[in-house]
Protein backbone atom coordinates (compact mmCIF):
# COMPACT_ATOMS: atom_id res chain seq x y z
CA UNK A 1 0.00 0.00 0.00
CA UNK A 2 1.29 3.61 -0.59
CA UNK A 3 2.65 4.86 2.74
CA UNK A 4 4.77 8.05 3.17
CA UNK A 5 8.70 7.87 3.59
CA UNK A 6 8.21 9.09 7.09
CA UNK A 7 5.67 6.33 7.65
CA UNK A 8 8.28 3.88 6.14
CA UNK A 9 10.87 4.58 8.60
CA UNK A 10 8.62 4.67 11.40
CA UNK A 11 9.17 1.13 12.35
CA UNK A 12 5.08 1.14 12.86
CA UNK A 13 5.23 -0.66 9.51
CA UNK A 14 6.27 -4.47 9.81
CA UNK A 15 9.50 -5.52 8.18
CA UNK A 16 8.64 -7.79 5.11
CA UNK A 17 5.45 -5.82 3.92
CA UNK A 18 4.86 -4.40 0.84
CA UNK A 19 5.32 -0.72 0.70
CA UNK A 20 4.60 1.56 -2.15
CA UNK A 21 6.29 5.00 -1.75
CA UNK A 22 6.42 8.36 -3.97
CA UNK A 23 9.00 11.24 -4.08
CA UNK A 24 11.56 12.92 -5.77
CA UNK A 25 15.49 11.35 -5.93
CA UNK A 26 17.68 12.95 -3.40
CA UNK A 27 21.05 10.76 -4.84
CA UNK A 28 21.63 7.57 -6.85
CA UNK A 29 24.81 5.42 -6.22
CA UNK A 30 25.33 2.40 -8.30
CA UNK A 31 27.19 -0.48 -6.90
CA UNK A 32 29.73 -3.03 -8.89
CA UNK A 33 27.24 -5.62 -7.62
CA UNK A 34 24.92 -4.42 -10.00
CA UNK A 35 22.67 -2.98 -7.98
CA UNK A 36 21.18 0.83 -7.61
CA UNK A 37 20.50 3.02 -4.17
CA UNK A 38 18.57 5.66 -4.85
CA UNK A 39 17.80 7.80 -1.94
CA UNK A 40 14.03 9.34 -2.17
CA UNK A 41 12.21 11.96 -0.12
CA UNK A 42 8.98 12.95 -0.23
CA UNK A 43 9.34 15.86 2.66
CA UNK A 44 7.05 14.03 4.77
CA UNK A 45 9.51 14.22 7.51
CA UNK A 46 13.47 14.77 7.43
CA UNK A 47 15.36 11.30 6.20
CA UNK A 48 14.45 10.09 2.56
CA UNK A 49 14.58 6.14 2.17
CA UNK A 50 17.04 4.23 0.49
CA UNK A 51 15.58 2.51 -2.61
CA UNK A 52 17.75 -0.79 -3.39
CA UNK A 53 17.12 -1.03 -7.08
CA UNK A 54 18.37 -4.27 -8.30
CA UNK A 55 19.76 -4.92 -12.41
CA UNK A 56 16.89 -7.57 -12.66
CA UNK A 57 14.16 -4.31 -13.11
CA UNK A 58 13.05 -4.38 -16.35
CA UNK A 59 13.86 -0.42 -16.63
CA UNK A 60 17.25 -0.92 -14.67
CA UNK A 61 19.83 0.24 -17.92
CA UNK A 62 17.32 2.50 -19.75
CA UNK A 63 15.75 4.35 -16.93
CA UNK A 64 16.86 3.30 -13.03
CA UNK A 65 20.62 4.08 -14.10
CA UNK A 66 19.70 7.44 -15.78
CA UNK A 67 18.15 8.76 -12.43
CA UNK A 68 19.06 12.18 -11.39
CA UNK A 69 18.25 14.51 -8.68
CA UNK A 70 14.81 16.07 -8.01
CA UNK A 71 13.13 13.02 -10.92
CA UNK A 72 9.60 12.11 -9.76
CA UNK A 73 9.54 8.11 -9.16
CA UNK A 74 6.67 5.69 -7.70
CA UNK A 75 8.52 2.69 -6.04
CA UNK A 76 7.33 -0.31 -4.93
CA UNK A 77 9.30 -2.90 -2.82
CA UNK A 78 9.18 -5.01 0.60
CA UNK A 79 10.60 -3.12 3.40
CA UNK A 80 13.51 -4.38 4.85
CA UNK A 81 15.93 -3.55 7.97
CA UNK A 82 18.67 -1.72 6.72
CA UNK A 83 22.70 -2.20 7.14
CA UNK A 84 23.29 1.27 5.82
CA UNK A 85 23.78 3.90 8.42
CA UNK A 86 21.92 5.95 10.07
CA UNK A 87 18.78 4.20 8.50
CA UNK A 88 16.27 1.46 10.06
CA UNK A 89 14.49 0.46 7.00
CA UNK A 90 14.72 0.38 2.99
CA UNK A 91 13.08 -0.94 0.70
CA UNK A 92 14.03 -3.66 -1.64
CA UNK A 93 12.88 -2.27 -5.30
CA UNK A 94 10.48 -4.47 -7.33
CA UNK A 95 9.63 -1.43 -9.35
CA UNK A 96 10.87 1.92 -10.05
CA UNK A 97 8.53 3.96 -12.25
CA UNK A 98 9.82 7.01 -13.57
CA UNK A 99 6.83 10.03 -13.35
CA UNK A 100 8.93 12.87 -13.95
CA UNK A 101 12.48 13.12 -15.32
CA UNK A 102 14.67 16.31 -14.79
CA UNK A 103 15.30 17.90 -17.93
CA UNK A 104 18.88 19.02 -18.64
CA UNK A 105 20.37 17.80 -15.42
CA UNK A 106 23.41 19.49 -15.42
CA UNK A 107 21.99 22.79 -14.87
CA UNK A 108 18.79 21.57 -12.31
CA UNK A 109 19.36 24.32 -9.37
CA UNK A 110 19.40 21.94 -6.45
CA UNK A 111 22.39 19.51 -6.21
CA UNK A 112 22.63 17.44 -3.90
CA UNK A 113 25.52 19.74 -2.41
CA UNK A 114 25.44 22.56 -0.10
CA UNK A 115 23.69 25.61 -1.80
CA UNK A 116 24.35 29.40 -0.16
CA UNK A 117 21.20 31.00 1.57
CA UNK A 118 21.79 33.82 -1.24
CA UNK A 119 21.17 31.69 -4.05
CA UNK A 120 18.07 29.56 -2.71
CA UNK A 121 16.58 33.02 -2.33
CA UNK A 122 16.49 33.53 -5.98
CA UNK A 123 14.80 30.36 -6.62
CA UNK A 124 12.88 30.44 -3.63
CA UNK A 125 10.22 28.12 -5.87
CA UNK A 126 12.58 24.96 -5.56
CA UNK A 127 14.68 26.13 -2.11
CA UNK A 128 11.71 23.41 -0.75
CA UNK A 129 13.37 20.73 -1.80
CA UNK A 130 16.73 21.30 0.24
CA UNK A 131 17.39 19.65 3.40
CA UNK A 132 17.35 23.07 5.02
CA UNK A 133 13.89 24.16 4.07
CA UNK A 134 11.79 21.29 4.14
CA UNK A 135 13.34 21.20 8.03
CA UNK A 136 12.06 24.75 8.67
CA UNK A 137 9.02 24.75 6.32
CA UNK A 138 7.98 21.11 9.07
CA UNK A 139 9.26 23.32 12.17
CA UNK A 140 7.55 26.58 11.19
CA UNK A 141 4.67 24.48 10.36
CA UNK A 142 4.79 22.67 13.88
CA UNK A 143 5.12 26.27 15.73
CA UNK A 144 1.94 27.20 13.78
CA UNK A 145 -0.11 23.98 15.03
CA UNK A 146 1.45 24.55 18.54
CA UNK A 147 -0.01 27.93 18.31
CA UNK A 148 -3.65 27.59 18.07
CA UNK A 149 -3.31 24.50 20.22
CA UNK A 150 -1.79 26.35 23.01
CA UNK A 151 -4.70 29.11 22.44
CA UNK A 152 -7.72 27.07 22.35
CA UNK A 153 -6.19 24.55 25.28
CA UNK A 154 -6.08 27.70 27.37
CA UNK A 155 -9.72 28.95 26.27
CA UNK A 156 -9.13 31.74 23.65
CA UNK A 157 -10.48 32.11 20.77
CA UNK A 158 -9.56 32.87 17.20
CA UNK A 159 -10.36 36.21 15.44
CA UNK A 160 -9.76 36.63 12.15
CA UNK A 161 -9.46 40.27 11.65
CA UNK A 162 -9.37 42.38 8.51
CA UNK A 163 -6.58 43.05 6.28
CA UNK A 164 -8.12 46.00 4.71
CA UNK A 165 -8.14 48.34 6.84
CA UNK A 166 -8.59 52.46 7.21
CA UNK A 167 -6.76 52.46 10.82
CA UNK A 168 -2.94 53.24 11.49
CA UNK A 169 -2.93 50.48 14.20
CA UNK A 170 0.28 51.08 15.49
CA UNK A 171 0.23 55.11 14.58
CA UNK A 172 3.80 54.87 12.97
CA UNK A 173 2.54 55.73 9.38
CA UNK A 174 4.22 52.66 7.60
CA UNK A 175 1.25 51.11 5.79
CA UNK A 176 0.70 49.87 2.11
CA UNK A 177 -2.18 51.90 0.55
CA UNK A 178 -4.74 49.81 -1.28
CA UNK A 179 -4.54 51.67 -4.67
CA UNK A 180 -7.86 52.72 -6.20
CA UNK A 181 -9.72 50.05 -8.60
CA UNK A 182 -8.77 50.56 -12.21
CA UNK A 183 -12.91 50.10 -12.78
CA UNK A 184 -13.04 52.16 -16.23
CA UNK A 185 -13.07 48.48 -17.69
CA UNK A 186 -15.95 47.23 -15.90
CA UNK A 187 -19.28 46.31 -17.81
CA UNK A 188 -22.13 48.58 -17.61
CA UNK A 189 -24.79 47.47 -14.75
CA UNK A 190 -22.11 45.74 -12.55
CA UNK A 191 -21.59 47.10 -9.46
CA UNK A 192 -24.76 47.01 -7.25
CA UNK A 193 -25.56 50.61 -6.47
CA UNK A 194 -21.95 51.53 -5.53
CA UNK A 195 -20.08 54.91 -7.16
CA UNK A 196 -17.18 53.22 -8.82
CA UNK A 197 -15.99 56.42 -9.44
CA UNK A 198 -14.98 57.03 -6.04
CA UNK A 199 -12.57 54.33 -4.59
CA UNK A 200 -13.90 50.96 -3.67
CA UNK A 201 -14.47 51.95 -0.28
CA UNK A 202 -15.37 55.39 -0.51
CA UNK A 203 -12.31 55.92 1.60
CA UNK A 204 -8.68 55.53 1.82
CA UNK A 205 -7.93 52.27 2.97
CA UNK A 206 -4.39 50.22 4.07
CA UNK A 207 -3.10 47.06 4.37
CA UNK A 208 -3.32 45.91 8.26
CA UNK A 209 -0.16 46.42 10.26
CA UNK A 210 -1.91 44.73 13.41
CA UNK A 211 -5.31 43.31 14.10
CA UNK A 212 -4.90 44.29 17.68
CA UNK A 213 -7.20 47.61 17.98
CA UNK A 214 -9.92 45.18 16.28
CA UNK A 215 -9.25 42.43 18.35
CA UNK A 216 -9.29 44.59 21.67
CA UNK A 217 -12.95 45.02 20.57
CA UNK A 218 -13.47 41.08 21.05
CA UNK A 219 -11.46 40.99 24.22
CA UNK A 220 -13.76 43.56 26.01
CA UNK A 221 -16.64 40.66 25.00
CA UNK A 222 -15.31 37.10 24.73
CA UNK A 223 -12.70 37.72 27.56
CA UNK A 224 -9.52 35.96 25.79
CA UNK A 225 -8.91 35.83 22.15
CA UNK A 226 -6.32 35.79 19.77
CA UNK A 227 -5.36 36.81 16.18
CA UNK A 228 -2.79 35.03 13.71
CA UNK A 229 -2.62 36.21 9.84
CA UNK A 230 -0.31 38.28 7.87
CA UNK A 231 0.58 41.59 8.75
CA UNK A 232 2.11 44.76 6.16
CA UNK A 233 4.58 46.95 6.81
CA UNK A 234 6.06 49.47 4.33
CA UNK A 235 9.00 50.12 6.28
CA UNK A 236 12.05 50.46 4.31
CA UNK A 237 14.49 48.79 6.62
CA UNK A 238 16.41 46.00 4.38
CA UNK A 239 17.56 44.39 7.06
CA UNK A 240 17.79 40.73 8.43
CA UNK A 241 14.70 41.35 10.52
CA UNK A 242 12.18 42.79 8.60
CA UNK A 243 9.71 41.72 6.41
CA UNK A 244 7.28 43.98 4.27
CA UNK A 245 4.76 40.83 4.78
CA UNK A 246 4.87 38.62 8.09
CA UNK A 247 2.48 36.67 10.14
CA UNK A 248 1.77 38.07 13.20
CA UNK A 249 0.15 36.15 16.52
CA UNK A 250 -1.53 38.98 19.02
CA UNK A 251 -3.46 37.69 21.86
CA UNK A 252 -5.45 40.08 23.99
CA UNK A 253 -6.67 39.25 27.75
CA UNK A 254 -9.58 41.44 29.59
CA UNK A 255 -8.59 41.83 33.28
CA UNK A 256 -4.96 41.11 32.77
CA UNK A 257 -2.25 43.97 33.61
CA UNK A 258 1.53 43.77 33.02
CA UNK A 259 2.85 41.00 34.77
CA UNK A 260 0.01 38.82 33.69
CA UNK A 261 1.20 39.46 30.19
CA UNK A 262 4.46 38.60 30.82
CA UNK A 263 3.42 35.74 32.31
CA UNK A 264 1.28 34.63 29.57
CA UNK A 265 4.22 35.44 26.87
CA UNK A 266 6.54 33.40 28.97
CA UNK A 267 4.23 30.22 29.11
CA UNK A 268 3.67 30.78 25.05
CA UNK A 269 7.14 30.35 24.05
CA UNK A 270 8.01 27.67 26.36
CA UNK A 271 4.92 25.65 25.07
CA UNK A 272 6.15 26.26 21.82
CA UNK A 273 9.72 25.18 21.90
CA UNK A 274 8.35 22.22 23.95
CA UNK A 275 6.32 20.69 21.01
CA UNK A 276 9.53 21.47 18.69
CA UNK A 277 11.45 19.48 20.81
CA UNK A 278 9.04 16.64 21.03
CA UNK A 279 7.38 16.47 17.25
CA UNK A 280 10.66 17.86 15.32
CA UNK A 281 13.50 16.20 16.50
CA UNK A 282 15.19 15.12 13.05
CA UNK A 283 15.04 17.90 11.97
CA UNK A 284 16.24 19.61 14.92
CA UNK A 285 19.11 17.32 14.93
CA UNK A 286 20.07 18.25 11.45
CA UNK A 287 19.72 22.46 12.55
CA UNK A 288 22.23 21.32 15.32
CA UNK A 289 24.42 20.04 13.05
CA UNK A 290 24.67 22.33 10.17
CA UNK A 291 23.50 25.61 11.28
CA UNK A 292 23.17 26.09 15.05
CA UNK A 293 24.89 23.76 17.15
CA UNK A 294 22.88 24.75 20.40
CA UNK A 295 19.56 24.13 18.72
CA UNK A 296 17.94 21.96 21.19
CA UNK A 297 20.10 23.11 24.46
CA UNK A 298 19.32 26.28 24.05
CA UNK A 299 15.07 25.99 23.88
CA UNK A 300 15.75 23.21 26.47
CA UNK A 301 17.64 25.98 28.74
CA UNK A 302 14.73 28.48 28.00
CA UNK A 303 11.97 26.30 29.02
CA UNK A 304 13.68 25.13 32.36
CA UNK A 305 14.51 28.64 33.35
CA UNK A 306 12.19 31.93 35.01
CA UNK A 307 11.93 33.99 32.50
CA UNK A 308 14.31 36.96 33.00
CA UNK A 309 12.52 40.35 33.48
CA UNK A 310 14.52 44.02 33.32
CA UNK A 311 13.00 47.19 33.33
CA UNK A 312 13.91 49.68 30.69
CA UNK A 313 15.42 52.09 33.33
CA UNK A 314 17.69 49.19 34.75
CA UNK A 315 18.39 48.11 31.20
CA UNK A 316 19.98 51.50 30.30
CA UNK A 317 21.96 51.66 33.39
CA UNK A 318 23.41 48.14 32.75
CA UNK A 319 24.39 49.13 29.02
CA UNK A 320 25.85 51.83 30.08
CA UNK A 321 27.83 50.15 32.54
CA UNK A 322 29.09 47.29 30.41
CA UNK A 323 31.72 49.24 28.64
CA UNK A 324 30.73 48.23 25.31
CA UNK A 325 31.58 50.94 22.40
CA UNK A 326 28.22 51.37 20.82
CA UNK A 327 27.34 52.48 17.66
CA UNK A 328 23.83 54.47 18.66
CA UNK A 329 23.94 56.04 21.52
CA UNK A 330 22.61 54.44 25.35
CA UNK A 331 20.42 57.20 26.98
CA UNK A 332 17.35 57.46 29.45
CA UNK A 333 14.40 58.24 26.57
CA UNK A 334 16.00 56.69 23.57
CA UNK A 335 15.03 53.75 22.29
CA UNK A 336 16.62 50.30 22.13
CA UNK A 337 18.47 49.73 19.07
CA UNK A 338 19.08 46.18 17.49
CA UNK A 339 23.07 46.08 18.83
CA UNK A 340 21.76 47.47 22.36
CA UNK A 341 19.28 44.83 22.53
CA UNK A 342 21.51 41.92 21.45
CA UNK A 343 23.75 43.09 24.29
CA UNK A 344 21.52 42.49 26.79
CA UNK A 345 19.95 39.27 25.83
CA UNK A 346 23.20 37.47 24.62
CA UNK A 347 25.93 38.88 26.57
CA UNK A 348 24.11 40.11 29.94
CA UNK A 349 20.91 37.38 30.54
CA UNK A 350 22.53 34.68 27.53
CA UNK A 351 18.55 33.87 26.95
CA UNK A 352 15.46 35.08 25.76
CA UNK A 353 14.89 38.29 28.73
CA UNK A 354 11.90 40.96 29.03
CA UNK A 355 12.29 44.64 29.44
CA UNK A 356 9.21 46.18 30.56
CA UNK A 357 8.39 50.15 31.12
CA UNK A 358 9.31 51.91 28.67
CA UNK A 359 9.50 55.99 28.00
CA UNK A 360 5.79 57.15 26.88
CA UNK A 361 7.70 59.04 24.08
CA UNK A 362 9.03 56.13 22.28
CA UNK A 363 5.74 53.64 21.81
CA UNK A 364 2.45 53.61 20.59
CA UNK A 365 -0.44 55.73 21.99
CA UNK A 366 -2.71 52.58 23.01
CA UNK A 367 0.33 52.14 26.08
CA UNK A 368 -1.03 52.62 29.16
CA UNK A 369 0.03 55.79 31.08
CA UNK A 370 2.34 54.39 34.70
CA UNK A 371 1.85 56.66 37.72
CA UNK A 372 5.01 58.28 37.51
CA UNK A 373 3.50 59.84 34.18
CA UNK A 374 6.69 59.28 32.41
CA UNK A 375 6.96 55.16 31.01
CA UNK A 376 3.96 52.97 29.65
CA UNK A 377 3.36 49.75 30.94
CA UNK A 378 5.20 48.35 27.74
CA UNK A 379 6.92 45.07 27.38
CA UNK A 380 9.83 43.82 24.24
CA UNK A 381 10.62 40.15 24.64
CA UNK A 382 13.98 40.02 23.07
CA UNK A 383 15.90 36.77 22.22
CA UNK A 384 19.39 36.43 20.73
CA UNK A 385 20.37 36.29 17.39
CA UNK A 386 17.46 38.94 16.59
CA UNK A 387 16.19 41.28 19.42
CA UNK A 388 13.07 41.83 19.49
CA UNK A 389 10.64 38.88 18.65
CA UNK A 390 7.63 40.01 20.90
CA UNK A 391 6.24 43.79 21.77
CA UNK A 392 3.16 44.51 23.79
CA UNK A 393 1.51 46.49 26.20
CA UNK A 394 -1.31 46.91 28.92
CA UNK A 395 -3.27 49.18 27.52
CA UNK A 396 -4.72 52.90 28.33
CA UNK A 397 -8.57 51.49 29.53
CA UNK A 398 -8.53 55.63 30.93
CA UNK A 399 -11.17 57.40 28.72
CA UNK A 400 -9.74 60.85 29.74
CA UNK A 401 -5.70 59.81 29.32
CA UNK A 402 -6.19 57.75 26.14
CA UNK A 403 -7.56 60.99 24.44
CA UNK A 404 -4.48 62.85 26.03
CA UNK A 405 -2.22 60.40 24.18
CA UNK A 406 -3.90 60.50 20.71
CA UNK A 407 -3.75 64.58 20.96
CA UNK A 408 -0.10 63.70 21.74
CA UNK A 409 0.62 61.89 18.45
CA UNK A 410 -1.55 64.27 16.63
CA UNK A 411 -4.47 61.54 15.71
CA UNK A 412 -7.79 62.26 14.81
CA UNK A 413 -10.16 60.98 17.99
CA UNK A 414 -13.09 61.02 15.76
CA UNK A 415 -11.23 59.05 12.97
CA UNK A 416 -10.91 56.15 16.45
CA UNK A 417 -14.13 56.84 17.54
CA UNK A 418 -15.00 53.31 17.71
CA UNK A 419 -12.00 52.42 19.51
CA UNK A 420 -12.69 54.71 22.14
CA UNK A 421 -15.99 53.34 22.39
CA UNK A 422 -14.56 50.56 24.54
CA UNK A 423 -13.53 53.31 27.09
CA UNK A 424 -16.89 54.60 27.23
CA UNK A 425 -18.81 51.03 27.70
CA UNK A 426 -17.84 48.75 30.43
CA UNK A 427 -14.11 49.38 30.48
CA UNK A 428 -11.65 47.67 32.12
CA UNK A 429 -7.99 47.19 32.19
CA UNK A 430 -6.47 44.49 29.46
CA UNK A 431 -3.66 43.73 27.97
CA UNK A 432 -1.75 41.92 24.86
CA UNK A 433 1.59 41.42 22.50
CA UNK A 434 2.10 40.45 19.15
CA UNK A 435 4.86 38.00 18.15
CA UNK A 436 6.21 38.52 14.55
CA UNK A 437 5.82 34.53 13.68
CA UNK A 438 9.28 34.80 11.47
CA UNK A 439 11.53 36.09 14.21
CA UNK A 440 10.13 33.08 16.34
CA UNK A 441 11.02 30.56 13.42
CA UNK A 442 14.37 32.40 12.97
CA UNK A 443 15.29 31.73 16.65
CA UNK A 444 14.01 28.29 16.86
CA UNK A 445 15.98 27.09 13.30
CA UNK A 446 18.78 29.29 13.95
CA UNK A 447 18.57 31.62 10.68
CA UNK A 448 20.66 34.41 10.15
CA UNK A 449 17.81 36.03 7.86
CA UNK A 450 14.46 36.17 8.36
CA UNK A 451 13.74 35.88 4.65
CA UNK A 452 14.52 32.44 4.89
CA UNK A 453 11.80 31.69 7.21
CA UNK A 454 9.11 32.57 5.04
CA UNK A 455 8.48 30.47 1.98
CA UNK A 456 8.68 33.59 -0.53
CA UNK A 457 9.68 37.06 1.48
CA UNK A 458 8.65 40.00 0.72
CA UNK A 459 11.39 42.97 1.17
CA UNK A 460 12.24 46.48 -0.60
CA UNK A 461 12.76 45.77 -4.37
CA UNK A 462 11.36 41.63 -4.13
CA UNK A 463 7.97 40.40 -5.09
CA UNK A 464 9.56 37.34 -7.21
CA UNK A 465 6.93 34.30 -7.17
O1 LIG B 1 6.16 45.70 18.23
P1 LIG B 1 5.10 45.63 17.18
O2 LIG B 1 5.06 46.70 16.16
O3 LIG B 1 3.73 45.56 18.00
C1 LIG B 1 2.49 45.52 17.47
O4 LIG B 1 2.19 45.47 16.30
C2 LIG B 1 1.42 45.45 18.53
N1 LIG B 1 0.14 45.79 17.92
C3 LIG B 1 1.41 44.08 19.15
C4 LIG B 1 0.36 43.94 20.22
O5 LIG B 1 0.57 44.42 21.31
N2 LIG B 1 -0.73 43.26 19.93
O6 LIG B 1 5.18 44.24 16.42
C5 LIG B 1 5.09 43.02 17.14
C6 LIG B 1 6.11 42.03 16.65
C7 LIG B 1 7.56 42.50 16.82
O7 LIG B 1 8.02 42.23 18.11
C8 LIG B 1 8.26 41.65 15.77
O8 LIG B 1 8.50 40.35 16.24
C9 LIG B 1 7.23 41.57 14.67
O9 LIG B 1 5.97 41.85 15.25
N3 LIG B 1 7.51 42.51 13.59
C10 LIG B 1 8.07 42.19 12.42
N4 LIG B 1 8.49 41.00 11.94
C11 LIG B 1 9.01 40.98 10.69
N5 LIG B 1 9.14 42.07 9.90
C12 LIG B 1 8.71 43.29 10.33
N6 LIG B 1 8.81 44.35 9.54
C13 LIG B 1 8.17 43.38 11.65
N7 LIG B 1 7.65 44.39 12.39
C14 LIG B 1 7.27 43.84 13.56
MG1 LIG C 1 7.82 46.72 18.76
Known sequence: SVTSVQEALSGRIAAGSRVTVRGWVRTRRDSKAGLSFVNVSDGSGFHPI?????????????????????????????????QGQGQAFEIQAESVEVVGWVEDPETYPIQPKPHSLEFLREVAHLRPRTNLFGAVTRIRHCLAQAVHRFFHEQGFYWISTPIITTSDAEGAGQMFRVSTL?????????????????????????????GQLNAEAYALALSKVYTFG????????????HLAEFWMIEPEVAFNDLAANAKLAEDFLKYLFRAVLEERQDDLAFIAERVEKNAITRLEE?????FEQIDYTDAIGLLQKSGHRFEFPVEW???????????????????PVVVTNYPEQIKAFYMRLNDDGKTVAAMDVLAPGIGEIIGGSQREERLDMLDARMAQFGLDPEHYGWYRDFRRYGTVPHAGFGLGFERLVVYVCGLNNIRDAIAYPRTPGHATF
Open 182 to 210: DLANLPRGEGGGIDFSRDFFGKETFLTVS
Open 302 to 306: FIAAP
Open 230 to 241: PTFRAENSNTTR
Open 333 to 351: GLDLQTEHERWLTEQHVGR
Open 50 to 82: QVVAPAALDNYETEVKRLTAGCAVVATGTLAPS
